[in-house]
């Protein structure tokens, strides 16, 4: 299938030099997936609510020091081949060609309301995220901001004392409460209305009740109940529990579209960009060369993530690397920090080896116990 009858001619698009007060009154008027900007009627980026999240960024500040570069897609590309585009360029809208011409936008939505039917073969435990990001309701909504920043998420679980799952926090949460802040204060201190936002205590903003799934439940029916609800993403619980178990988002059903029955590994990088003294291809083989010293464990999809700090040394910046691999004995992940792409990339493959390997030692444990029972049964 391919993008022809997906793609949308009809999109919002503002100049480079358009100020953010604009862009921030059309994402609450119009509720866009995204925004196309031009520069001398020329596609020059895209921006979406997540660029609006930067802090301390002035009403009259140009709509360039935000906008993201996002892959151009024509117009027959394949469904597959555009979702990993969206996925890698870490985007919700690419631009659409056709020929020379700018002809319209892909968004996520578009994509997964194609394919919803064919979701069923799926369930929520093979894409969801495990290893979840989450905030307390009583910690500020500065610190919330921080935490969608520094570990790239969309949204954040928000737990009372006891852990137990409230409500939810995402970058729309905090976009729509910005907005609405901003217009009911009018004038006045700027500096002082923002650090006084970011004061304000999560549960004041966050959504409750919470829009939720179970590990068993296949991908269509969690994707109708995102698009029923207008959400991006659910929380994963155990049946009949409020605790969390994981996350499971649109990006994680589009990163699932690419997923392919063939024997070589397919591996996504978001933020591909930051790629400095490394290769995609070296990423890759050292990828395949972890799986391979494993047998038994059949990688069928790796992600690897990059995000910059604003830390630097020497101009380098610093760079958090995930690692995420999904195989046959589940999910498994390594994180790192180091200064260029190419040194955190590493310092993540070494965590996900060792990962990889307590796996390896818990299954041999297991298989070793259940060989010694046998033994003793047959005394």
């Known amino acids: 299938m391919n993008i022809a009858n997906i793609a949308a001619p009809e999109y919002v698009e503002v100049d480079v030099d358009e100020r953010l007060a604009k862009v921030r009154s059309i994402f609450e008027r119009e509720n866009p997936k995204g925004i196309v900007v031009t520069e001398d009627g020329e596609y020059a980026g895209v921006v979406g609510e997540k660029q609006l999240l930067r802090s301390r960024m002035e009403d009259d500040t140009k709509v360039s020091a935000v906008m993201k570069s996002a892959p151009s897609v024509d117009r027959t590309e394949d469904v597959r081949e ?40 799926i369930t929520v435990e093979q894409i969801a995220t495990e290893e979840v990001v989450g905030i307390g309701e009583t910690d500020s909504v500065g610190r919330a901001i921080n935490r969608l920043r520094e570990n790239g998420v969309s949204r954040l679980p928000a737990l009372d004392d ?142 690897v993530r990059f995000h910059a700090h604003k830390e630097k040394l020497r101009g380098t910046p610093l760079i958090q690397c995930q690692i995420r691999l999904r195989t046959n004995e589940g999910q498994v992940g390594g994180s790192g920090e180091g200064y260029g792409a190419e040194h955190a990339f590493h ?21 070793y116990r259940g060989q010694l029972l046998r033994k003793l049964g047959e005394l």
Do not use: C, W
């Not at 659409?96 to 700018?102: A, F, I, P, T």
């Open 162 to 303: 006891d852990g137990t799952l409230v409500g939810v926090v995402t970058t729309n949460d905090i976009v729509e409460f910005v907005v609405r802040d901003q217009e009911r204060q009018g004038s006045g201190d700027r500096a002082g209305d923002i650090d006084r936002m970011l004061d304000i205590p999560v549960y004041d903003i966050m959504s409750s009740p919470v829009v939720t799934t179970t590990a068993d439940e296949t991908v269509r029916a969690a994707v109708e109940r995102m698009f029923d609800n207008e959400v991006s993403g659910l929380v994963v619980t155990p049946d009949g529990s409020d605790t969390v178990a994981g996350i499971v988002t649109k990006t994680d059903v589009l990163r699932a579209l690419t997923f392919t029955e063939e024997d070589s590994m397919d591996v996504q990088i978001t933020n591909v960009d930051l790629l400095d003294t490394t290769t995609r291809g070296h990423i890759v083989e050292s990828i395949e060369q972890v799986a391979d010293k494993y047998a038994a464990m059949h990688v069928i999809h790796a992600h």
């Open 82 to 121: 555009t979702a990993r585009l969206l996925v890698e360029g870490d985007v919700k809208i690419a631009p659409v060609y056709e020929g020379e011409k700018l002809y319209g936008i892909v968004t996520v939505d578009q994509i997964l309301e194609a394919v919803v039917d064919s979701l069923d073969a």
């Open 347 to 367: 310092v993540a493959l070494d965590k996900l080896e060792r990962n990889v390997l307590e796996i390896k030692g818990v299954n041999a444990d297991e298989e």
